[in-house]
């Protein structure tokens, strides 16, 4: 997982890899993931398998970040508010937008993310 995360300062800012290892894994520690660093993708559940694709999403240069159908990514979620939670401790700079369906709108009533129309 830590590979992953990493690879995209190594081909894209042209980071060395321990150094973008470093900060992938002080994201993962953030988020108090850092077990799984030396993990690969099949040993991880889906919810650590998102936040991996997350900080992957955060660690590139766009300042746009769009999360579409969270629970399509994660298969036991109950309500946004996890998502959000991990967005907020990882201190994001960016834009993030989470896209969701109308149909799941009665999931979201009353949580700090409803749907917009």
Same mark, same amino acid.
């Given at each position: 997982?830590?590979?992953?995360?990493?690879?995209?300062?190594?081909?894209?800012?042209?980071?060395?890899?321990?150094?973008?290892?470093?900060?992938?894994?002080?994201?993962?520690?953030? *988020?108090?993931?850092?077990? *799984?660093?030396?993990?690969? $993708?099949?040993? @991880?559940?889906?919810?650590?398998?998102? @936040?991996?694709? $997350?900080?992957?999403?955060? &660690?590139?240069?766009? &300042?746009?970040?769009?999360?579409?159908?969270?629970?399509? $990514? *994660?298969?036991?979620?109950?309500?946004?508010?996890?998502?959000?939670?991990?967005?907020?401790?990882?201190?994001?700079?960016?834009?993030?937008?989470? $896209?969701?369906?109308?149909?799941?709108?009665?999931?979201?009533?009353?949580?700090? @993310?409803? *749907?917009?129309?």
């Amino acid at each position: 997982m830590l590979e992953n995360i990493a690879l995209i300062k190594e081909v894209h800012e042209h980071m060395p890899t321990k150094k973008a290892q470093e900060e992938a894994k002080e994201q993962l520690k953030k *988020i108090e993931l850092e077990s *799984i660093s030396l993990n690969r $993708l099949n040993q @991880c559940d889906t919810y650590e398998v998102f @936040c991996v694709s $997350l900080i992957r999403a955060l &660690m590139t240069k766009e &300042m746009n970040v769009i999360i579409v159908s969270p629970f399509h $990514l *994660i298969d036991n979620l109950r309500d946004i508010e996890t998502v959000v939670a991990t967005i907020q401790k990882l201190e994001v700079k960016k834009n993030i937008l989470i $896209l969701d369906t109308v149909s799941n709108e009665i999931h979201y009533k009353g949580s700090s @993310c409803n *749907i917009v129309k």
